[in-house]
């Protein structure tokens, strides 16, 4: 059953999903106009290689603020690398994606290979630990979410060219950081596969819904029934998408 006495850690966590959302669903439409659906995975993996490489090294991890500018540079550097491969590789440019995301997954796998807490911080860093977010750890996510989204407002266009790869880059990073990996992949697709087909002024809107009932739905089920936060929410997520293009679908036909 649902203990009320648990709202004390699920409303920072629902805070930053509603952060993670705030961002990734606009970035999410880009993503599938674009064509790349793998890139925020892919970017997502590099910045957890950066986080890895980060840790393993002492005098990096003792540097102030390491664990956000570490994976930061790997997740710039790698967005910076798909944007150039982007005008030269145009038509293989996913499957280069793919083959990126794998040989960064591998490569945090042999260097945590030798780590006694290797497993657990890959897993941390797959699967994320929202019901652990505590109110001080979104004050920077939410400021820089916060000017991303004001200069979104004011130069959408930045979304077309290559600025879109930078942006990417640093959201990607501040939210593997929050949620983990599996749930940035899925927050970004997720809603905007949900409203792909959906020509409506409020399609935006929707998206949001779609993603803010996912985040409910999955912290409620994983408190009441002591779930992995993570993995559940990823999965109400994608039934919250599957609904509501059935019931898009159901309507286009009656």
Same mark, same amino acid.
């Given at each position: 059953?649902?203990?009320?006495?648990?709202?004390?850690?699920?409303?920072? /966590?629902?805070?930053?999903?509603?952060?993670?959302?705030?961002?990734?669903?606009?970035?999410?439409?880009?993503?599938?106009?674009?064509?790349?659906?793998?890139?925020?995975?892919?970017? /997502?993996?590099?910045?957890?290689?950066?986080?890895?490489?980060?840790?393993?090294?002492?005098?990096?991890?003792?540097?102030?603020?390491?664990?956000?500018?570490?994976?930061?540079?790997?997740?710039?550097?790698?967005?910076?690398?798909? /944007?150039?491969?982007?005008?030269?590789?145009?038509?293989?440019?996913?499957?280069?994606?793919?083959?990126?995301?794998?040989?960064?997954?591998?490569?945090?796998?042999?260097?945590?290979?030798?780590?006694?807490?290797?497993?657990?911080?890959?897993?941390?860093?797959?699967?994320?630990?929202?019901?652990?977010?505590?109110?001080?750890?979104?004050?920077?996510?939410?400021?820089? +979410?916060?000017?991303?989204?004001?200069?979104?407002?004011?130069?959408?266009?930045?979304?077309?060219?290559?600025?879109?790869?930078?942006?990417?880059?640093?959201?990607?990073?501040?939210?593997?950081?929050?949620?983990?990996? +599996?749930?940035?992949?899925?927050?970004?697709?997720?809603?905007?596969?949900?409203?792909?087909?959906?020509?409506?002024?409020?399609?935006?809107?929707?998206?949001?819904?779609?993603?803010?009932?996912?985040?409910?739905?999955?912290?409620?089920?994983?408190?009441?029934?002591?779930?992995?936060?993570?993995?559940?929410?990823?999965?109400?997520?994608?039934?919250? /998408?599957?609904?509501?293009?059935?019931?898009?679908?159901?309507?286009?036909? +009656?």
């Amino acid at each position: 059953m649902f203990d009320l006495d648990l709202l004390s850690i699920l409303l920072p /966590a629902f805070v930053a999903g509603m952060l993670v959302l705030s961002t990734h669903v606009v970035l999410g439409q880009q993503v599938l106009k674009r064509g790349i659906i793998f890139i925020d995975l892919a970017i /997502a993996q590099v910045a957890a290689l950066g986080a890895i490489v980060g840790h393993l090294n002492h005098d990096i991890e003792a540097l102030p603020f390491s664990n956000i500018w570490m994976p930061a540079l790997f997740a710039i550097a790698g967005a910076g690398f798909i /944007a150039w491969l982007s005008k030269r590789m145009a038509d293989e440019l996913e499957a280069i994606i793919g083959c990126f995301y794998v040989l960064a997954a591998v490569a945090a796998m042999l260097l945590l290979s030798n780590d006694p807490h290797g497993a657990e911080m890959l897993k941390e860093l797959m699967s994320g630990q929202i019901l652990w977010v505590s109110w001080s750890q979104l004050v920077f996510p939410a400021t820089i +979410y916060g000017a991303i989204l004001l200069l979104l407002a004011l130069k959408p266009q930045i979304l077309v060219g290559r600025g879109f790869y930078l942006l990417f880059a640093i959201v990607i990073t501040l939210s593997v950081e929050l949620v983990g990996v +599996y749930l940035v992949f899925s927050s970004l697709i997720l809603p905007a596969l949900a409203v792909n087909h959906f020509n409506s002024r409020f399609k935006l809107g929707w998206a949001y819904f779609v993603g803010l009932f996912g985040y409910v739905a999955g912290l409620v089920l994983s408190a009441s029934f002591d779930l992995p936060s993570g993995a559940a929410i990823v999965a109400t997520l994608a039934v919250s /998408a599957i609904c509501f293009r059935l019931v898009l679908s159901f309507r286009h036909k +009656y």
